[in-house]
């Protein structure tokens, strides 16, 4: 058989794949990431790569522009490698995690609000799932030679008053030699129990007093993202964080085509092998940045939706994307980390946050006992936005959720010039009212490369608030412009032209891309509006609104508002937490508590099946506008128009 | 490097290894068996082989004879190999494990007792500590699409009461694809809690009803054997049983050799590799003569002393043989048989009996257990006689045990002839008082190779009885035969001629061997008089006995009295339970209530330090004639010697 070199650029990786091979399955197994949110299928277009030296076969679809064609650009998944080949990935088809890690600057409308440690210290709550205890055990001799687990449970018992103590083998076989590393004087780790009554597991025996070292780590596995925290446990301090692309990303962007490629055969443990890769890559600099020893790791605590968190425990999740969307557990008992392949000591506890249903996973619930709302008295609305929405409102008494299919256009899926918040995004966006050109600020302060999901919704907002788009996302074809412009038979705005971008194109927002923003914000909003009326509630009696997700994080609260993405409330009542999935996971860290009581929460999370049902159909035709077909549900944003109206 | 070829006889394998290789390694890494019960220290001359092609360096030592030397026999121990060789493995040095599998005809006194499985049946104890359930569960459909795993313990609840119920990562993988198998109809294995309120642990899902198929593994991790039972769990029935010797006889024959092979460096690993792998060899026999699906074996029961079960749980086992001989634990979680290296389903529970002390080890514990000691009301003495000789005295209120160091003499250890009860071994023997010539029975009626434990136990009372050795040992010099002589100035009675034997040299018994036995027998009797002192008893406190081991289902029990190694009882009152330690591994897979017991029986088992204290040593120098200093111990042998007396 004839074999090929392809050199990949800009990376410079080079490798030998048989004759016919798939261009993009060469570059997965180069090691070299390439977009592919449709898994290879050759439906989603991402995959634009240029051919600089060499010939493909095939490669072409509609999906090109004949520009593309001409300039030399393929669809890796559908090209042929039939000879060496130099191939450069353009920078919008790839992901720069080093963005993920720079310190943000929050919104002029964000009001950050982390849980807050003090307040868990002063509640009496501070007190971790795992504990150390140090002990000066008496010295065996021929009246008192016990075994050696009977010597450090009796003491456990007699000095500290710990009892319901149990160990596993692993344990069993260190305690013999550690008793004597330093005549008798040993620190024990405890994992306290989930239920009151239950066992206290010694995970761990080590010599000497090491009780001033223990941490733990606190993980959010996203669809897109995995970030990690290290958090000192003896301070309440997080030490170190890092995030990185969760390397699935490769296998699809989305649960759907994750889980699609976990049914194929070996797939599964392939996916998985490939998240645990992530984890421990972000594992790996957590423990590098905060400088500790890994020994005195004594938990993992891992949040993810319901598909996330059983692809990272290799259980088969093809349940999840079949009616009636039936996922594996709600429960995960521990697990040893080290059996889930994390590279942590093997007495290191892996603690799951539970699942409430298919579409309402780890994550949310994490963000629900993190961010306290389970313990408030406040009817409160919560809202993720991630790749997928997902909506829980209620309070310490009562909780629904329910989950919306938004689709990728947040995080720049179906947009044209979509992209994720990486350098060179647009992220803010103003326009003069008059010669409509535009004034763009982009992350990291380079050329535009694209829109990403929060640029996109100030963009769109501000085009309809000047009048530039009306109420159904539509151009005004009147505007005297040449940044309006038709193509291919499609309205676009032209955001930046070719010379001015850091690709080699105009970058456009279409009407399409209108369009696919207007279906999401409308499934989100018209998610809470059902939810609401299922629970027989109106939006007046919202008394707080929490936002989480990287996404909640940087949106324009006020925008979000004009195109009706959230309802029009007091902004004052709305809190971004952040990485909601990864807050829960550290406050759980911190606090037992949360364990003790998350198994009755999810109990009483009651999960709606929304996108099923007539209501929900109702209300996402009638959220199908800017802001809504209503326009009374946002009354000051009437006032605005009606002021602006009245100036023209 | 040069290499060297050697060919192993009668096995006929042969292996290259590099020049200066000592021979004793050579045939380790050929797989070919020679005792060594020093480990390869080179003390114990068990390793005697003969050079039939070739020369080695060295491999003389004092323990071999001219006679052996001029005809090509060296140590393989102490031998170099420098040049190609073939060696010939002496009969007497190798084991055969066929003979363990016989069909043995017990004694003409003994009374084999096995635990009564009718009897568990009546008393309603036949309650595996491993069951199945069927169950028919109802199909999710879009009201309700609970977790598959919520699904199945809610309907165990609801169907069947069963509650606290908790599982484990592997279970959960299996749930969502078996349950949808064969339509939600499922069968679920649950192993029952140790304590009440315990937790009922899922360990397995099937598809279907498997029910009427379900196993349990019974097995006894001997220091120089190996036995397992198949248990049918519905039938209560034993299906298949197969026996094999420790792999690790190769590493030392008594526990002490072995641990000291186990602080070596990889030690702990290879002699702990070594069981699994002779451990598993029994599991794929039992499974083959039971023709059983191996994916229906719930659980396997081990029962072992102490060093045996740490070696096999790798437990470093160090501190056991020194002084204060601590153990690493009395109890063991139930712990995952494919963790350990056995050959069995990931979902197989290895249930561990608990230990009491370094010298007194699961094997007992199950002994007591098993045979129904720990329920009666008799003032039972349990006495095991292998490797070791453990005793236990006591009833259902209380138990006092110790071990006895009595050395390996009942199994050959130190006897010049001495072997196990192998084919040709002597096990029986009588006497003509007027000729002193001998009439011998083998096992396997073979020429006999060397002389057993029980052989050698009747030879010395039938010696004694007919007065041609006294109560010190001695032979009578002044009799007139030659079949007792002088060899080295060592007093020898001569049992076969060189042509009449098995093996090519004069089989004796010569007094230092008689010696050796009496310091066994009187260390065992030792043994049992201080544990009774300290208790403040005396003999004929005591109403039944009962004789576990190999050796005590062999032994004759007049003959065991005349030499003293036994009390002098009322035979009727003595029975022998055969291995202790498999029938309690056995009677534990039946009925879940000896777990329930255990923790509490093993807490009231007082161990007692006895080889330390003056007392034993007291006892143990009056046990050293035969049958004892004070013949009045022995009323009946008394009587009988007095008759013998007057009669000549």
């Known amino acids: 058989m004839d074999y090929h070199k392809i050199r990949f650029l800009p990376h410079n990786r080079e490798i030998t794949v048989p004759d016919r091979e798939i261009l993009i399955r060469a570059a997965m197994e180069a090691g070299v990431h390439v977009n592919a949110s449709c898994g290879g299928?050759?439906?989603?277009?991402?995959?634009?790569?240029?051919?600089?030296?060499?010939?493909?076969?095939?490669?072409?679809?509609?999906?090109?522009?004949?520009?593309?064609?001409?300039?030399g650009y393929?669809?890796?998944?559908?090209?042929?490698?039939?000879?060496?080949?130099?191939?450069?990935?353009?920078?919008?088809?790839?992901?720069?995690?080093?963005?993920?890690?720079?310190?943000?600057?929050?919104?002029?409308?964000?009001r950050i609000k982390q849980p807050d440690f003090n307040t868990l210290k002063e509640e009496g709550?501070?007190?971790?799932?795992?504990?150390?205890?140090?002990?000066?055990?008496?010295?065996?001799?021929?009246?008192?030679?016990?075994?050696?687990?009977?010597?450090?449970?009796?003491?456990?018992?007699?000095?500290?008053?710990?009892?319901?103590?149990?160990?596993?083998?692993?344990?069993?076989?260190?305690?013999?030699?550690?008793?004597?590393?330093?005549?008798?004087?040993?620190?024990?780790?405890?994992?306290?129990?989930?239920?009151?009554?239950?066992?206290?597991?010694?995970?761990?025996?080590?010599?000497?007093?090491?009780?001033?070292?223990?941490?733990?780590?606190?993980?959010?596995i996203g669809t897109t993202t995995i970030y990690g925290q290290m958090i000192d446990l003896v301070s309440g301090e997080s030490l170190s964080q890092y995030g990185d692309f969760n390397g699935q990303i490769s296998y699809g962007e989305d649960v759907i085509t994750r889980i699609m490629y976990a049914e194929k055969p070996g797939g599964l443990e392939k996916i998985n092998a490939v998240v645990i890769e992530t984890i421990n890559r972000v594992i790996e600099k957590i423990i590098q940045k905060a400088a500790i020893d890994p020994e005195n790791i004594s938990a993992i605590t891992l949040a993810g939706n319901t598909t996330m968190t059983q692809l990272m425990l290799k259980v088969n999740p093809r349940y999840i994307r079949r009616s009636p969307y039936v996922p594996a557990a709600t429960l995960y008992p521990p697990i040893n980390a080290?059996?889930?392949?994390?590279?942590?000591?093997?007495?290191?506890?892996?603690?799951?946050?539970?699942?409430?249903?298919?579409?309402?996973?780890?994550?949310?619930?994490?963000?629900?006992?993190?961010?306290?709302?389970?313990?408030?008295?406040?009817?409160?609305?919560?809202?993720?936005?991630?790749?997928?929405?997902?909506?829980?409102?209620?309070?310490?008494?009562?909780m629904a959720c329910a989950a919306c299919s938004a689709g990728p256009a947040f995080e720049g899926g179906g947009i044209k010039f979509g992209m994720r918040a990486t350098k060179g995004a647009v992220e803010d966006f103003s326009i003069d009212p008059n010669t409509f050109e535009p004034m763009l600020m982009t992350v990291g302060n380079v050329k535009p490369k694209g829109i990403c999901g929060s640029g996109l919704i100030t963009?769109?907002?501000?085009?309809?608030?000047?009048g530039i788009i009306n109420s159904q996302g539509k151009f005004n074809r009147d505007l005297d412009t040449n940044r309006i412009r038709e193509d291919n038979n499609v309205y676009e705005y032209v955001l930046a032209l070719k010379e001015e971008t850091g690709v080699d194109r105009d970058i456009v927002l279409t009407e399409i891309d209108i369009d696919n923003l207007i279906r999401a914000k409308g499934s989100i909003y018209s998610g809470c509006m059902t939810l609401l009326e299922e629970v027989g509630l109106g939006i007046t009696d919202i008394e707080q609104i929490i936002l989480a997700g990287g996404f909640g994080s940087?949106?324009?609260?006020?925008?979000?508002?004009?195109?009706?993405?959230?309802?029009?409330?007091d902004p004052d009542k709305v809190t971004f937490v952040g990485n909601g999935s990864l807050m829960g996971a550290k406050m759980?860290?911190?606090?037992?508590?949360?364990?003790?009581?998350?198994?009755?929460?999810?109990?009483?999370?009651?999960?709606?099946?929304?996108s099923e049902t007539q209501s929900f159909m109702d209300h996402y035709v009638a959220a199908l506008f800017l802001p809504h077909t209503d326009i009374g549900l946002f009354p000051k944003l009437k006032e605005r128009l009606d002021v602006q109206k009245a100036g023209r």
């Not at 090209?79 to 919008?92: A, H, K």
């Not at 993920?100 to 409308?109: D, V």
């Open 41 to 71: 299928e050759g439906v989603c277009g991402k995959c634009r790569v240029l051919i600089e030296e060499g010939t493909v076969e095939d490669g072409i679809t509609e999906q090109l522009d004949k520009e593309d064609i001409d300039n």
């Open 74 to 110: 393929r669809l890796a998944c559908k090209s042929l490698v039939i000879g060496d080949l130099v191939v450069r990935i353009p920078t919008e088809s790839t992901v720069d995690s080093s963005v993920l890690n720079r310190q943000l600057t929050s919104r002029r409308t964000a």
């Open 125 to 220: 709550l501070f007190v971790p799932p795992v504990e150390k205890i140090y002990l000066e055990l008496p010295e065996p001799e021929e009246q008192d030679n016990q075994p050696d687990v009977s010597r450090l449970v009796s003491n456990l018992a007699q000095q500290y008053d710990e009892h319901r103590l149990e160990l596993n083998l692993p344990v069993i076989r260190k305690i013999p030699d550690i008793l004597r590393e330093d005549n008798f004087r040993v620190t024990a780790t405890l994992e306290r129990p989930v239920r009151e009554g239950g066992k206290n597991r010694i995970i761990n025996v080590q010599s000497g007093d090491t009780t001033d070292r223990n941490y733990a780590i606190a993980m959010d």
């Open 338 to 398: 080290a059996d889930l392949g994390m590279n942590l000591g093997t007495h290191v506890a892996a603690l799951v946050y539970p699942q409430v249903s298919s579409y309402v996973g780890g994550d949310i619930v994490a963000g629900v006992m993190g961010s306290g709302m389970y313990r408030t008295e406040k009817l409160t609305l919560y809202l993720d936005i991630g790749t997928n929405a997902e909506v829980v409102i209620g309070n310490k008494d009562w």
């Open 459 to 466: 963009m769109v907002a501000v085009l309809f608030e000047t």
């Open 554 to 569: 940087y949106v324009d609260l006020e925008k979000a508002m004009t195109i009706g993405l959230l309802p029009e409330i």
């Open 588 to 610: 759980s860290s911190l606090t037992n508590r949360i364990r003790q009581d998350v198994a009755e929460v999810t109990k009483m999370m009651t999960n709606f099946e929304l």
